[in-house]
């Protein structure tokens, strides 16, 4: 318990919350700019069990903001490059690596056996497929997005509004802006994906208040950061 010592310290958490992280698992969907300072933050905080669900291998264009890989990975399936930092970092915990795409097969099933869902994603169709399974299952989950010097974050819980009530579709094919023009900051990610670690350590520790029925959106460029409150449309896929 040594290790955990500085997270036994905060008030509200205790031997208690440490125990229930201990006994806690959680989805990570993307080991990439988001799903990097998560994995790492709640490997490090010691939850239990992580999942992580990413078909790709490491790029050389991806280090610059996917900290959990390193130059000597390229070309190595993802997981495979998680498992072994993740590993490093806490042998502590279990880790369950899936190196394949979350798709409309496999999605129900892989949720289902976890506490606690993160969407690290980079694309619409899966964030919106994240959501969707999440609110039929009745999993909370928390979303995230990043690009250029933008990011946003949400969590939605069974009963709260979610992804499709302030996006009720996907943009058209084509027509959203994408990583590979606008770019990436990785420290961006690391701001929203550190906000994402904190919000599911707090779920499942029952620390604090989350971010639900709020939108938390960061500008880094100006150092704007507000906070939307966003309403439950009565006409969305959740309410049904
Ligand atoms: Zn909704």
Request: aromatic share 6%.
């Given at each position: 318990m040594n290790r955990y010592n500085r997270n036994i310290l905060i008030e509200g958490l205790g031997k208690e919350g440490q125990e229930k992280l201990g006994q806690s698992s959680v989805l990570v969907i993307g080991a990439g700019g988001l799903g990097s300072p998560v994995l790492l933050y709640l490997a490090a905080a010691g939850v239990g069990c992580l999942g992580i669900v990413d078909y790709d291998r490491v790029d050389v264009s991806n280090l610059q903001r996917q900290i959990?890989?390193?130059?000597?990975?390229?070309?190595?399936e993802k997981v495979r490059s998680a498992r072994e930092k993740l590993t490093a970092l806490n042998p502590e915990i279990r880790l369950h690596t899936y190196p394949e795409k979350f798709s409309q097969e496999n999605a129900a099933a892989l949720v289902r056996s976890y506490d606690f869902v993160i969407?690290?994603?980079?694309n619409y169709t899966t964030k919106f497929l994240i959501n969707d399974i999440c609110v039929q299952e009745q999993k909370p989950y928390s979303h995230g997005a990043v690009l250029a010097m933008y990011g946003e974050v949400m969590t939605v819980i069974p009963g709260s509004a979610c992804y499709r009530c302030v996006f009720p579709s996907p943009p058209e094919e084509g027509t959203a802006a994408v990583s590979s023009d606008v770019g990436i900051l990785g420290a961006v990610a690391g701001i929203i994906g550190s906000i994402q670690a904190t919000e599911a350590i707090k779920y499942l520790t029952g620390l604090g208040e989350l971010l639900l029925n709020r939108i938390f959106i960061v500008d880094?460029?100006?150092m704007q950061i507000s906070s939307l409150q966003v309403e439950k449309n009565a006409c969305c896929y959740c309410q049904t």
């Open positions: 959990l890989h390193y130059t000597n990975d390229v070309g190595q969407d690290c994603c980079d880094a460029r100006s």
